[in-house]
């Protein structure tokens, strides 16, 4: 994902949060200095990592709105993040059907050994 398009995201996910305007600036702000240096070419790995980035900036240490804002939007991407590799989990857990080749192998083994059985 593309450095200005995980803002962009990151700030449509704080408008839905109702966040404060300070918060919305800060993204602004860093959004605007993305897209002057090249952001959009610039890869991150996944939003969460970039908004517990935005909490370690000196506007956010130095006003607590802007990092309850963050902390709000943090939390419900680990959520989200939890609840994802839970649904892979299950999915990978799943038993998978046997193909045909394993009983014909098996049919055949039978027919060559009917004792064994």
């Not at 450095?3 to 408008?15: E, G, S």
């Amino acid at each position: 994902m593309y450095l200005t398009d995980a803002l962009q995201r990151i700030r449509q996910r704080l408008v839905e949060n109702r966040a404060r305007p300070e918060t919305l600036a800060l993204v602004d702000s860093v959004l605007a200095t993305a897209q002057r240096a090249g952001g959009d070419q610039a890869q991150v790995r996944s939003l969460l990592e970039l908004v517990r980035r935005l909490m370690r900036t000196p506007q956010a240490n130095s006003n607590i709105v802007i990092y309850d804002d963050l902390a709000v939007l943090e939390e419900q991407l680990v959520q989200q993040a939890a609840q994802a590799a839970a649904a892979r989990a299950q999915e990978e857990e799943r038993p998978l059907p046997k193909p045909k080749k394993y009983y014909r192998q098996l049919k055949e083994r039978e027919r060559r050994n009917p004792e064994e059985s």
